[in-house]
């Protein structure tokens, strides 16, 4: 089937503005996950959701960052007055969470990437 | 602590050379470890992953080691081919929605 999709793939937007980044995770995937990668640097966590609730928001960097899961599918991360350091690409993931033992898989999407003038 | 510890951080090899990138952890829970190539540019995707019931998992070219005791796993690259230039992440998970990442290690492949 499809892959975890994202929009935008590029957006440039200005200091202050606010921005909206979209997550189509895998049909049925019911775990998601939102991370930001800084220009060479490693995966940074921001929040999961299992469903529509979040129980791990502690990554968020700011009470300018939110995200929303609506129907346990599609998410939104928004980004209220942007500022320069906010610049980055944006991953989303998605995985089964079958609730076995093991971790399982995260597959991700093709990012947004970000940028604040 | 949670996070993992990746090394080395760049690594070039000759073409046909062999490539190990190694990670450390210290959460004896973990059971999930899953690595990650990431091309310029493109989405981070699974090459291997091995879970804590086996010590050893081989793809063709890619194996993946563990040793529970020590509480690392290293990722090896046979032949090395240019193509396998890319940034390389190890991550761990104890089977909770929790996955840490590793820094990455730039790999790149010498013609």
């Known amino acids: 089937g499809a892959g975890v999709s994202q929009s935008p793939s590029n957006k440039v937007t200005e200091k202050g503005k606010d921005v909206e980044l979209r997550c189509d995770p895998i049909s049925g995937h019911t775990a998601l996950y939102w991370y930001r990668q800084s220009l060479g640097q490693g995966l940074e966590f921001l929040i999961y959701f299992q469903g529509n609730s979040a129980p791990d928001k502690s990554g968020l960097p700011s009470d300018r960052f939110s995200a929303e899961r609506t129907g346990g599918s599609v998410s939104t991360l928004t980004i209220q007055r942007t500022q320069q350091e906010d610049s980055a690409v944006y991953l989303c993931?998605?995985?089964?969470?079958?609730?076995?033992?093991?971790?399982?898989?995260?597959?991700f999407g093709p990012g947004t990437r970000l940028l604040v003038l | 602590g949670e996070n993992v510890e990746q090394h080395p951080s760049t690594l070039s090899v000759q073409e046909g050379d062999s490539a190990v990138i190694k990670c450390t952890y210290s959460d004896s829970a973990s059971n999930y470890f899953p690595w990650y190539k990431q091309e310029l540019g493109k989405r981070p995707q699974l090459i291997i992953d091995i879970r804590s019931n086996v010590g050893e998992k081989k793809d063709q070219r890619i194996a993946v080691t563990l040793n529970k005791t020590a509480k690392h796993f290293s990722l090896h690259i046979t032949e090395t081919q240019p193509e396998d230039s890319a940034v390389y992440f190890c991550?761990?998970?104890?089977?909770?929605?929790?996955?840490?990442f590793g820094t990455g290690t730039r790999l790149k492949v010498l013609a």
């Open positions: 993931a998605s995985s089964p969470r079958t609730g076995g033992s093991f971790g399982e898989t995260q597959y």
């Open positions: 991550a761990r998970t104890s089977g909770t929605y929790k996955y840490i």
